[in-house]
Protein backbone atom coordinates (compact mmCIF):
# COMPACT_ATOMS: atom_id res chain seq x y z
CA UNK A 1 0.00 0.00 0.00
CA UNK A 2 3.10 2.25 0.88
CA UNK A 3 4.27 2.17 -2.55
CA UNK A 4 1.33 2.48 -4.11
CA UNK A 5 1.04 5.96 -2.21
CA UNK A 6 4.21 7.35 -2.37
CA UNK A 7 3.57 6.81 -6.55
CA UNK A 8 0.58 8.90 -6.02
CA UNK A 9 2.85 11.34 -3.77
CA UNK A 10 5.78 11.50 -6.05
CA UNK A 11 3.67 12.01 -9.69
CA UNK A 12 0.35 14.28 -7.73
CA UNK A 13 -0.53 15.31 -11.53
CA UNK A 14 -1.48 12.56 -12.80
CA UNK A 15 -2.42 9.69 -10.18
CA UNK A 16 -4.68 9.65 -7.49
CA UNK A 17 -5.58 7.02 -5.22
CA UNK A 18 -9.25 5.31 -4.65
CA UNK A 19 -9.72 3.28 -1.47
CA UNK A 20 -12.24 2.05 0.76
CA UNK A 21 -11.53 4.00 4.73
CA UNK A 22 -13.35 2.60 8.04
CA UNK A 23 -13.47 5.58 10.02
CA UNK A 24 -12.79 5.75 14.25
CA UNK A 25 -16.84 4.68 14.42
CA UNK A 26 -17.07 1.64 11.77
CA UNK A 27 -18.38 3.92 8.94
CA UNK A 28 -17.19 2.24 5.61
CA UNK A 29 -16.57 4.92 2.97
CA UNK A 30 -15.17 5.20 -0.46
CA UNK A 31 -12.37 7.92 -0.97
CA UNK A 32 -10.92 9.04 -4.23
CA UNK A 33 -7.73 11.42 -2.65
CA UNK A 34 -4.63 13.08 -3.90
CA UNK A 35 -1.87 11.96 -0.90
CA UNK A 36 0.42 14.74 0.09
CA UNK A 37 2.94 13.14 2.76
CA UNK A 38 3.51 10.28 5.16
CA UNK A 39 2.65 11.58 9.04
CA UNK A 40 4.63 9.55 10.94
CA UNK A 41 4.69 5.42 9.99
CA UNK A 42 1.13 4.68 10.14
CA UNK A 43 -0.98 7.61 8.24
CA UNK A 44 -0.93 10.22 5.39
CA UNK A 45 -1.62 13.34 5.20
CA UNK A 46 -3.78 13.83 1.53
CA UNK A 47 -6.40 16.17 -0.12
CA UNK A 48 -9.67 14.06 -0.14
CA UNK A 49 -11.56 15.21 -3.02
CA UNK A 50 -14.69 13.50 -1.74
CA UNK A 51 -14.68 15.95 1.27
CA UNK A 52 -12.94 18.20 -0.88
CA UNK A 53 -10.79 19.30 1.94
CA UNK A 54 -7.11 17.51 3.62
CA UNK A 55 -7.63 14.78 5.58
CA UNK A 56 -5.34 12.25 7.83
CA UNK A 57 -5.81 8.74 6.83
CA UNK A 58 -4.81 5.97 9.07
CA UNK A 59 -2.92 3.12 7.16
CA UNK A 60 -4.90 0.52 9.09
CA UNK A 61 -8.06 1.53 8.63
CA UNK A 62 -7.21 1.67 4.27
CA UNK A 63 -8.21 -1.09 2.05
CA UNK A 64 -8.31 -2.00 -1.41
CA UNK A 65 -5.77 0.94 -2.34
CA UNK A 66 -5.52 1.32 -5.93
CA UNK A 67 -3.76 3.73 -8.34
CA UNK A 68 -5.53 5.34 -10.28
CA UNK A 69 -4.96 8.49 -13.44
CA UNK A 70 -6.10 11.65 -12.55
CA UNK A 71 -8.23 12.11 -15.32
CA UNK A 72 -10.39 9.47 -14.80
CA UNK A 73 -11.75 11.51 -11.53
CA UNK A 74 -10.73 15.28 -12.55
CA UNK A 75 -12.54 17.28 -15.17
CA UNK A 76 -9.48 19.15 -17.02
CA UNK A 77 -11.46 22.94 -17.48
CA UNK A 78 -9.95 25.54 -19.79
CA UNK A 79 -9.42 28.75 -18.23
CA UNK A 80 -10.45 31.73 -19.99
CA UNK A 81 -10.02 35.41 -19.12
CA UNK A 82 -13.39 37.49 -18.87
CA UNK A 83 -13.65 41.48 -18.07
CA UNK A 84 -14.23 41.95 -14.36
CA UNK A 85 -17.91 44.01 -14.19
CA UNK A 86 -17.58 47.19 -12.92
CA UNK A 87 -19.72 47.95 -9.99
CA UNK A 88 -20.27 51.03 -11.43
CA UNK A 89 -21.89 51.11 -14.84
CA UNK A 90 -19.99 54.01 -16.28
CA UNK A 91 -16.49 52.81 -14.80
CA UNK A 92 -14.30 51.17 -16.56
CA UNK A 93 -11.54 49.14 -15.10
CA UNK A 94 -9.68 48.90 -18.34
CA UNK A 95 -7.03 45.67 -18.63
CA UNK A 96 -8.19 44.00 -15.13
CA UNK A 97 -9.29 40.49 -15.89
CA UNK A 98 -10.52 37.69 -14.08
CA UNK A 99 -9.43 34.08 -14.96
CA UNK A 100 -12.06 31.80 -14.46
CA UNK A 101 -11.37 28.14 -14.00
Given at each position: MK??????MQDSDNYVIEMEYCDASGKRTRRVVSPIRFVGAERFLGLCLCREAPRQFQLSRCENVRLIPSTEVLMPMPLYAEPIAS?????????AE???A
Open positions: SILRRAANAGTSLGQLCL
